[in-house]
């Protein structure tokens, strides 16, 4: 058989309105894009989104038509980050939550049963 388009949604923040910049950012997304190609995902990438715009991000991704075939999905956000969650670009915290109600059963039925990696990297701010 085919084999399944597999989908993976890497975002990452760079720059912040009132934090500081994410040097290497675009190094580690690099690697991490990497990474998930060769273990054979169609990667979607963001990049410097606010909270609002992650949370889109993630309804759209939810919304894939290729989530259907794939067996097992990928999640990626890097940023800077806060006990609350990772930062979107207005340095408001999204919480890490709100990735698995995005892609709960309710909310994304594709992925019924299909398991989920969440990677998130975050510099800590306090």
């Given at each position: ?6 989908s ?9 309105d ?5 040097h290497?950012?675009?190094?580690d ?19 410097n ?7 889109e991000?993630l309804?759209k991704?939810s ?32 919480e890490?939550?709100?990735?698995y ?12 049963n ?7 990297q ?5």
């Amino acid at each position: 058989g085919e084999r399944p388009t597999q989908s993976a949604l890497l975002i990452t923040n760079k720059t912040f309105d009132g934090y500081s910049t994410r040097h290497g950012a675009e190094k580690d997304e690099y690697e991490m894009h990497c990474m998930l190609a060769d273990l054979g995902y169609d990667v979607v990438k963001c990049r410097n989104l606010t909270v609002k715009e992650i949370e889109e991000a993630l309804q759209k991704f939810s919304k894939h038509p290729h989530l259907v075939h794939t067996d097992s999905v990928f999640v990626v956000i890097m940023s800077h980050g806060s006990l609350q969650g990772v930062c979107g670009t207005d340095c408001k915290p999204f919480e890490i939550e709100n990735i698995y109600k995005s892609l709960n059963t309710q909310n994304c039925p594709a992925l019924h049963n299909k398991p989920k990696v969440i990677i998130i990297q975050r510099r800590m701010r306090h």
